[in-house]
């Protein structure tokens, strides 16, 4: 069985970390790279870095940012918000990520997920998918949660997955920010539904709703933000409860 994965994600909005409850209510959360720093000295395995407010106002990634990150971090870290095409993503590999995340993009141009997946590999795309629960299950939201796309979340996700996407991020706009857990329902349909990884986002506030993301959603790996930023629990925390649990975490 393969380690499940602690990791910290970044959202930054104008140079700065800042962190928010359902996509809005946003409140300043600390520098990108000295934040970045911490929790790889903490033992987190990766780090997710989101420029929320990219795709919405039509703006690139801030390249400097990243790599000001990859000269302090030595852990694999992925970058999103602001990415859309392959020229786009090449600038941003280069800067010093190993990852990068696509939505809104992706959404739009579906075809950037097969180029970019065969350029640069599908270790390199991660596809993030905002899910809110509507309809009968879960639609897809672009634009920083801002537009409802009416797509159907588990449908878009298989779509990603045959275009050659290697993971997939998937944050509950129900649960983010609220700290009540997870949606294990919705990370349950998605792990059940696809073969490459899932990272569950939205909704971490206790050790036990991050073991219940990983043992019972199935996620391969666990992100969390507010937890991490206002020092309610550190990634040593989260791994040692897990690994008392019986869940295997990397030391």
């Given at each position: ?50 420029d ?49 995340s696509l ?10 997920v097969r180029e ?17 629960r ?18 159907d979340?588990?449908?878009w ?20 920010g ?11 349909a ?14 971490a ?16 790996a666990?992100?969390?933000?507010s ?8 990634v ?16």
């Amino acid at each position: 069985m393969l380690a499940k994965r602690i990791i910290p994600c970044l959202d930054v909005d104008g140079g700065r970390v800042v962190k928010g409850t359902n996509f809005v209510d946003i409140r300043d959360a600390g520098d990108p790279v000295e934040l970045g720093k911490r929790y790889d000295e903490q033992g987190a395995d990766e780090l997710v870095f989101l420029d929320i407010t990219a795709s919405h106002e039509r703006r690139d990634t801030v390249v400097d940012m990243v790599r000001r990150v990859a000269r302090e971090i030595f852990i694999p870290f992925t970058v999103g918000g602001g990415i859309g095409t392959v020229p786009a993503i090449e600038r941003i590999l280069k800067a010093g990520a190993d990852k990068v995340s696509l939505n809104t993009a992706a959404v739009q141009h579906p075809d950037i997920v097969r180029e970019s997946s065969r350029y640069f590999g599908s270790q390199c795309i991660v596809i993030a998918v905002d899910a809110k629960r509507g309809g009968a299950g879960w639609e897809v939201y672009i634009h920083g949660g801002r537009t409802n796309t009416g797509i159907d979340a588990l449908a878009w996700m298989k779509d990603v997955e045959r275009m050659g996407a290697g993971e997939i991020l998937l944050t509950s706009m129900d649960c983010d920010g609220t700290k009540a857990g997870y949606d294990l329902e919705l990370l349950r349909a998605a792990t059940s539904a696809l073969s490459i990884p899932v990272i569950a986002s939205g909704g971490a506030g206790t050790l036990s709703s991050i073991h219940d993301a990983l043992a019972v959603g199935g996620a391969d790996a666990a992100l969390a933000a507010s937890i991490f930023h206002y020092g309610t629990y550190t990634v040593r925390d989260v791994k040692d409860y897990l690994a008392a649990r019986g869940i295997e975490v990397r030391y």
